[in-house]
């Protein structure tokens, strides 16, 4: 089992940067995939990033988020760059081990002038 907590949403202004971390309560080096998904109001949890052995992004966000991991800080990152109004949304981080999919609290990431 892993608890994870994610941290550094907030409020940005179209065209700003914002890092979220994902936090794990234990070593994430046997974990072979992470990732983040997002919900805006309204619609559905879609996939944003994943990181595995390598990493994918949705086609929204490609070139302007970057996920990354540090198994030796036991914590994983998505950088958002360029952001966008329609990048608001929820934010949470996920963790799938042995076929179980472990989630965080979420973080909201606000982007509006």
């Known amino acids: 089992q892993v608890q994870l907590v994610e941290s550094g949403g907030g409020l940005v202004q179209p065209g700003g940067s914002l890092r979220l971390s994902c936090a794990a309560s234990?070593?994430?080096?046997?974990?072979?995939?992470m990732g983040w998904y997002r919900q805006a109001p309204g619609k559905q949890r879609e996939l944003v990033a994943q990181?595995?052995?390598?990493?994918n992004y949705a086609n929204s966000v490609k070139g302007r988020f970057t996920i990354s991991r540090d198994n030796a800080k036991n914590t994983m990152y998505l950088q958002m760059n360029s952001l966008k109004p329609e990048d608001t949304a929820v934010y949470y981080c996920f963790a799938s081990e042995l076929l179980v999919r472990y989630w965080g609290q979420g973080t909201q990431v606000t982007v509006s002038s």
């Open positions: 990181i595995t052995s390598t990493t």
């Open positions: 234990r070593n994430i080096s046997s974990i072979y995939a």
